[in-house]
């Protein structure tokens, strides 16, 4: 009976929390570093007091599925401070999430010997990011950021290293699934800016990609999931023209079409409303508004929202696109 | 019955017609009465910010000097206020009765120590006793506390309300300060119009020295630049315009390509449209600016 229970709860866990959860070996980092010296145990920040640690940055986390955060500082003489922070969230796909906010900085391969239930192509989504002293990346369920305040040869060589210890025999899952759902290329001509995708699931982050409004009107929380990113073409001058594709993910379909209902009302308020589609149907509307056409189609628990298009049928070849 | 509140959308940006959604949204027909005002009630003359830049301030590991910062300040409040010395300056901001609150932002790219050290340093030498100049950023006992206040924010953009200079400076007043995020960033003017704050900010002087033009939530040091400026003026709007353009255009330039700053500071508009605080249209500000012009950014 209590095997079952067990059962029950860790499915119920993967039902709940949708993103891979793996048992991975906690990283635990050593008093020295080169010339540099930590603490003997780190600061542990959680939900409760992260606000008192990071002022209003602690949303971004909480936006996330977080679970608690550690904090090592290292010290050494004539050279900057290390901060080493490691958020530890529910998810890979959280992790994940936190990278894909921002993948500016030099792709650094953190540990060769990684395997995945899939191969992952550092090509495509980079494990770790270093630029000017401070390196992110993402670990399963650890995001982390090691950061030099000042960057000097030595300060970059160690904060790489602390980087290697923190991955070294964690394996990684594949990138969320609803990223990979997002194709190379709309038709022939609309190209994925890949360095623009990012992984959410609050409208705050949405918000701070791709702005819609400040409400919630799309009824993200951390239940749902979502991917956005440009598509970019070069129109017949030369001149580049972009669309912004939006795709989630919600626990089920009468959630989906309950935020659709909400930001039709709120987006589209010139417009009937969508009818009822009886959750397996698929509802597809184009709209003109004021930068251009803009579309989405519902499917079961899925959403998928275009903007900015320059006519219809951009519109229309990009939903149907999406499986 | 009262009317819905209707919420803020792209969409309104994109019509030009987010003054009218913001404003009713927040204060309904009251906000069609507002307009820039002065205290006394009438409409103000152009508001003037300085910008004062010296390539020195800052060395190449990014440690400021404090003689050049001193100077940089001197030549800020003699530009800023016409008068001959620095200590004419202030005496014609503040006075020696005044108790007068220094407020840098304590979080995501604090205001260096070195620009609060020197504005303390530079009122004592006014003649304002060292008791008087007290730290007063925090909760609303800090500014109950004093009867003017410098503002010292530092220049960043911000991840929930686009930019985090000016309007944000005062936020821990408010006592809540997460009931200012997200939408209702457009609310942060009304903190300045508190009767514990009104009326108290003699001076804004943005620590310009080395910038953030990305939104965090935490500080990366690839969005920060040496711009090696002070920006400063009575006018907490017209301020915290020129510092959003500033941040736009870094922006740009760093991407070659327009990078928008989203959430868009929805702040800065309300705290002019809706809270009479100053004026966020441009035609209305004059920028002098003196010392080095390399990449001023100002468009």
């Known amino acids: 009976m209590l095997i079952l229970v067990m059962v029950v709860l860790i499915l ?3 039902d709940l929390f949708k993103g891979t959860k793996l048992m991975q070996s906690k990283p635990i980092l050593p008093k020295k570093v080169g010339m ?38 290292y010290r050494a003489q004539n050279q900057p401070e290390i901060l080493v922070e490691l958020y ?15 993948w500016g900085g030099e792709p650094v391969k953190l540990d060769p010997a990684s395997k995945g239930e899939r191969n992952i192509d550092d090509s495509q989504w980079p494990q770790g990011l270093y630029g000017e002293g401070l390196l992110r990346l993402w670990s399963d369920n650890i995001y982390a950021r090691v950061m030099a305040t000042r960057e000097t040869s030595e300060s970059k060589k160690t904060v790489l290293t602390l980087g290697r210890l923190i991955t070294k025999d964690r394996e990684n ?15 022939l001509d609309w190209i994925l800016r890949r360095g623009m995708a990012s992984f959410f699931r609050s409208h705050l982050v949405l918000n701070s990609l791709y702005y819609l409004g400040h409400e919630n009107m799309l009824e993200l929380d951390l239940t749902s999931e979502g991917v956005t990113a440009p598509y970019e073409r070069k129109d017949s001058s030369g001149d580049l023209q972009r669309i912004q594709f939006l795709l989630l993910d919600y626990a089920n379909p009468e959630r989906a079409e309950n935020a659709l209902a909400h930001f039709h009302r709120v987006y589209l308020a010139e417009h009937p409303p969508p009818e009822h589609s ?45 499986n | 019955m009262a009317k819905e509140k209707k919420p803020v959308t792209r969409r309104d940006f994109l019509r030009g017609t987010l003054g009218t959604t913001l404003g009713a949204s927040l204060m309904g027909s009251k906000f069609l009465q507002a307009g820039r005002m002065t205290a006394g009630g009438s409409v103000a003359d152009p508001s003037l910010v300085t910008i004062v830049r010296d390539k020195g301030a800052m060395d190449a590991n990014n440690s400021v000097s404090s003689d050049v910062l001193k100077a940089m300040l001197d030549e800020t409040l003699t530009k800023f206020t016409g008068k001959p010395t620095a200590k004419d300056a202030w005496l014609s901001l503040v006075t020696p009765e005044d108790t007068i609150g220094l407020v840098p ?11 609060v050290d020197a ?154 449209k809706v809270y009479g605080l100053g004026t966020s249209n441009w035609e209305n500000i004059k920028v002098e600016h003196y010392g080095w012009d390399q990449d001023l950014l100002l468009g």
């Open chain 1, 278 to 322: 009886g959750f397996s149907q698929k509802v597809v509307n184009v709209f003109p508004i004021e930068d251009g056409w803009m579309g989405y189609r519902l499917k079961e628990n899925t959403l998928a929202f275009v903007f900015e298009c320059p006519d219809q049928e951009t519109v229309r070849t990009t939903l149907e696109q999406i």
């Open chain 2, 119 to 272: 504005v303390k340093s530079s009122l004592i030498e006014a003649g304002i006793p060292d008791e008087k100049i007290l730290g007063a950023q925090g909760g609303p006992d800090k500014p109950k506390a004093c009867t003017a206040l410098i503002g010292l924010p530092g220049l960043k953009a911000h991840w929930l309300t686009g930019i985090g200079t000016v309007m944000k400076l005062y936020i821990l007043y408010s006592g809540s300060p997460r009931n200012y995020h997200d939408e209702n960033n457009a609310k942060l003017g009304e903190i300045w119009n508190y009767p514990f704050v009104k009326g108290k900010t003699k001076l804004v002087l943005v620590d310009a020295l080395h910038p953030l033009c990305d939104k965090g939530p935490q500080p990366d040091p690839r969005y920060k630049w040496p711009y090696n400026g002070l920006i400063a003026g009575t006018d907490p709007v017209a301020v915290e315009t020129v510092c959003l353009r500033i941040i736009m255009e870094k922006r740009k330039a760093m991407r070659g390509e327009d990078w928008p700053l989203s959430p868009p500071p929805l702040c800065v508009e309300a705290a002019d």
């Open chain 1, 173 to 187: 899952p594949s990138p969320p699934e609803l990223m990979e759902k997002l194709p190379d290329s709309f038709g």
């Open chain 1, 12 to 14: 119920g866990g993967f």
């Open chain 2, 105 to 115: 932002t304590p979080h995501l790219n604090p205001t260096h120590q070195e620009v």
């Open chain 1, 36 to 73: 540099w010296t930590g603490p003997d145990s780190p600061q542990n920040v959680t939900a409760e007091n992260i606000f008192d640690y990071m002022d209003g940055a602690g949303e971004l986390y909480l936006a996330y599925r977080f679970d608690s955060l550690e904090v090592y500082e």
């Open chain 1, 88 to 102: 530890f969230m529910n998810t890979s796909d959280d992790a994940f999430g936190l990278l894909s906010l921002d």
